[in-house]
């Protein structure tokens, strides 16, 4: 789980309000085409769609985080020890397979390394999975949220 004291708890806050700022920056000024996206959110009611929302939120973000921040940047600490080299080695991968993710292209890439790089920091801070998972989480919400605006 990791520590979640004072320092912690403000660079989970600060890293969900960086990347939410982001994340809304870019649909408002980018103008995406999510259609692909939007044909994939569920026609049901306000409260399923909420509960989809935050299912989809939560396994997404367990699953990437354990992969990138789990077993990745664990393997280089072990091999290269902790610090910079794991976070970098971590978030490159990590924002190259959201190449066709959201944002996408090259810019979706360049801002989920910029993603990657906080969380790394969170999950190196906290020496846990709790604090970047729960980060991850709210960030997932917001994109999610934002399909959801575009549908209704």
Known sequence: MGVLDRPVLWLVGLTVVVSSAALVLWFLFAKPDVSQWVAAVPKVSMTALVAVGFGFAVLNAIVEESIYRGIVMHAVERSLGPGLRSIILQMVPFGLIHLDGIPSGWVGVGLAMIYGLMLGWVRLRSR?????????????????????????
């Open 128 to 152: 846990g999975m709790l604090a970047p998972i729960v980060a991850h989480i709210f960030t997932d919400i917001v994109i999610f949220s934002m399909l959801v605006l575009v549908v209704r």
